[in-house]
């Protein structure tokens, strides 16, 4: 018997006695919370999201559709990037300007191969602007979860006002949560006892984020 039979065997025995629910769990549970703090525009969601994404200490660009490949190439210009992971999915025509070695996500990649790249493109699923939030979920624009977890840089597609929702209730009838999601508020940190804050401890020092508005 494998340690996984072994738990399984002990829950379903912790819960023979247990009563049989049938209440839907769209029922089963009280959802009259506040489900977004106070009315917004459209713009003024948007706005709230890149000052609540600063506070975070990402780096806040907003561009249009037609100027987008000029901004990611200047971002990883800028950062002195030789190299770029990019996901399956992708749209190939943001790296168009990019002059960046560009690296597939490949299932077969170590940690080590992932450390050696200089900066990751992404899109994602949704971002929350009351948090300051932003949420990937492993689509294919998005890639595997590790992919923006090594490398030390990472650029953030969100397309704007399509993709940001107000509050996290509104954040998950968006999403699948049998995907794998990463939910990102800034880039990361933590702080010893001393309060003293590190960044880039389990995952990117710099997260940079553009908010690109127009069809695309």
Same mark, same amino acid.
């Given at each position: 018997?494998?340690?996984? *039979?072994?738990? =399984? !065997? ?13 209440? +839907? #769990? ?6 009259? #919370? ?16 890149? !000052?609540? /994404? %600063?506070? #975070? ?6 561009? %249009? ?8 190439? $200047?971002? /990883? &210009?800028?950062? $002195? ?15 168009? &300007? ?9 299932? *077969? ?15 994602? &699923?949704?971002?929350?602007? *009351?948090? !300051? ?27 704007? @006002? ?9 954040? =998950?009838?968006?999403?699948?949560? %049998?995907? @794998?999601?990463?939910?990102?508020? $800034? @880039? ?14 389990? !995952? +990117?020092?710099? =997260? ?9």
């Amino acid at each position: 018997m494998s340690s996984r *039979e072994r738990i =399984l !065997g002990r829950v379903r025995r912790a819960l023979a006695d247990v009563r049989q629910d049938d209440t +839907p #769990y769209e029922q089963a549970i009280e959802r009259s #919370y506040v489900r977004e703090h106070g009315e917004r525009s459209a713009e003024q969601t948007v706005d709230l999201l890149a !000052g609540n /994404l %600063a506070d #975070y200490r990402a780096i806040v660009h907003r561009c %249009a559709t037609d100027e987008l490949a000029a901004m990611i190439a $200047g971002l /990883l &210009a800028g950062r $002195g990037a030789q190299t770029v992971l990019v996901p399956s999915g992708l749209d190939g025509d943001w790296l168009a &300007a990019v002059d960046a070695e560009r690296v597939p996500d490949r299932a *077969e990649s170590t940690p080590h191969e992932l450390d050696r790249v200089d900066s990751v493109v992404t899109a994602c &699923a949704v971002a929350v602007a *009351e948090t !300051g939030t932003i949420v990937l979920d492993g689509s294919p624009d998005q890639g595997r979860r590790r992919i923006t977890l090594v490398p030390d840089h990472h650029i953030c597609v969100v397309r704007i @006002p399509d993709q940001v929702v107000s509050s996290v209730p509104q954040a =998950l009838e968006r999403l699948d949560p %049998a995907r @794998p999601l990463t939910w990102i508020s $800034g @880039p990361s940190a933590t702080s010893d006892i001393e309060l003293d804050r590190v960044e880039g401890v389990h !995952g +990117p020092r710099t =997260l940079e984020v553009v908010l690109v508005h127009g069809p695309g």
